[in-house]
Each structure stands twice: as C-alpha cells, then as structure tokens.
C-alpha cells in the first residue's frame, strides 16, 4: 500500500521558516492536504490542493509538491505554530486515505 | 455556524460492541462525503472510513473490514460508525469529519471541518 514519509520532528526558531517535508512515490502526481494539531484539539486543515489556503489560515503557511515529495513551508515562525502537522492523500490503487506519520514542529 | 459532534464512545470489553454517532449542523449533510478518523493514545493519525452522500459507496481501512461499518441517515443529520468483535488496538478517539467540497464524485478530499472526537477503550 501506499506509504507516505514524513520526518519526526522538525525545529526552527522563532520568525525563521519551517519546512515539513512528505514523501511518496510519485505524490506529484497526488492532491496532498496538511493538518495542524495541537495537543488535546481535534486536527485542522492548514493547507488543502497541495498549496491552497482555507479561510482563516495564515499566509505565512504555504505548501508545494513535485516528484517524490510535498512541503508544507511556514514562514515567520511563531510559539502558536507549535504542533504535530500530517500530511493526507487519497491512494486510488488501495481506495484508501493516507495519512503520514505527523511531524512535531518545535519552536526553540 | 458548522459543527460536527461526536457520541457513544466509552469503555467497552474485548470482543464487544459500539456503535458511535455525528451530528452534524450548518450544512446540509447530504452534500457532502464523510469521513471517520482515528488516534490512538500518542500515535497519529489513521483513516477508518469514508461514505459517499447517498450512501452508495463506502470504504474501510482493512484493519477494519468486516468488523466496522460506516453509516449516515441523512434526514437526521448524522453519521454512524457500527465497531463489533473491538480489540485492544482499537483504543483511540474517534473523529467524525466533513470531506472535500460539496457535491463531489470522489473519495479523494481533505478533512474539514472535524469533530471535538470520542474515546473507545477497548480493555477488560
């Protein structure tokens, strides 16, 4: 079945830029979505399409996929970006829905 | 305002039976596909199943198949996830969330909004 990587931990400084990486076989191929969770709360779309925005999700937070890997980029760091981020696609070999392992995003 | 409330969740014993609910407000749930998610204590996230508007398609991780199955009645704005023969491993919270975009064909969406989530145990 289809696996996606994700790394398990990523650390950046406050205003400096994050990325998240997530890789598959082909995901450029794949619409990729990215979830934001923070501890205790139920998960929140961050970015959608491989690099659209929902309302209400900060421009700082952008998202690109090409080849074998998609990156959730967030600029400007700030404490409140601390939390575990997912990356999701749909598998249509398997008719499964993916989810990455998570990412924590440390703010140091 | 949208929202999505999760229930029936709770302790239950090996070989036992749930069967969890949504309700859903804000939107007219027959538009849209919907979905159950899950999280085990400190794990991440994992897909259990998916339902299509009308409830014609449906699919199920295969960890599952054959023991949950997933529901909606439309009319009273809620979904239903029915989990038989519960194991251990089926410890988490369970998220209940809307699909993709309204009046799509596809499984093949994004999450949004979620639930606040129940808890199954799963121990004797």
């Known amino acids: 079945s289809y696996v996606l990587t994700q790394p398990p931990s990523v650390s950046v400084a406050p205003g400096k830029t994050a990325r998240i990486t997530c890789g598959g076989n082909n995901i450029g191929t794949k619409s990729v979505h990215w979830y934001q969770q923070k501890p205790g709360q139920a998960p929140v779309l961050v970015i959608y399409?491989?690099?659209d925005r929902p309302s209400g999700i900060p421009e700082r937070f952008s998202g690109s996929n090409s080849g074998n890997t998609a990156t959730l980029t967030i600029s400007r760091v700030e404490a409140g970006d601390e939390a575990d981020y997912y990356c999701?696609?749909?598998?249509?070999?398997?008719?499964?829905?993916?989810f990455g392992a998570g990412t924590k995003l440390t703010v140091l | 305002e949208v929202q999505l409330v999760e229930s029936g969740g709770g302790l239950v014993q090996p070989g036992g039976s749930l069967r969890l609910s949504c309700a859903v407000s804000?939107?007219?749930?027959?538009?849209?596909?919907m979905t159950w998610v899950r999280q085990a204590p400190g794990k991440g996230l994992e897909w259990v199943a998916n339902?299509?508007?009308?409830?014609?398609?449906?699919y199920h991780v295969d960890s599952v198949k054959g023991r949950f199955t997933i529901s909606r009645d439309n009319a009273k704005n809620s979904l239903y996830l029915q989990m038989n023969s519960l194991r251990a491993e089926d410890t988490a919270v369970y998220y209940c969330?809307?699909?993709?975009?309204?009046?799509?064909?596809?499984?093949?969406?994004?999450?949004?909004?979620w639930g606040q989530g129940t808890l199954v145990t799963v121990s004797s």
């Open positions: 339902i299509k508007q009308d409830g014609s398609d449906k």
């Open positions: 969330a809307r699909q993709g975009i309204a009046g799509t064909k596809t499984p093949n969406g994004w999450f949004d909004p």
């Open positions: 399409y491989d690099s």
């Open positions: 999701q696609v749909w598998d249509s070999s398997s008719d499964h829905l993916i």
């Open positions: 804000g939107f007219p749930l027959s538009s849209y596909w």
